[in-house]
């Protein structure tokens, strides 16, 4: 049984050097299950 999630904005290297955000979701707990990661483009963020 999955205990609870942990969700939170990380920062990747893009293009250039450049850091872009991504939202990153998994559960917490010693299960090896997989996670979602979602990189979206926010002009001017």
Do not use: F
């Amino acid at each position: 049984m999955l205990e609870g999630m942990l969700a939170e904005t990380i920062g990747i290297g893009g293009h250039n050097g450049e850091t872009i955000q991504a939202y990153y979701a998994r559960p917490v707990g010693a299960a090896q299950v997989t996670g979602v990661m979602v990189l979206h483009h926010r002009p001017g963020w």
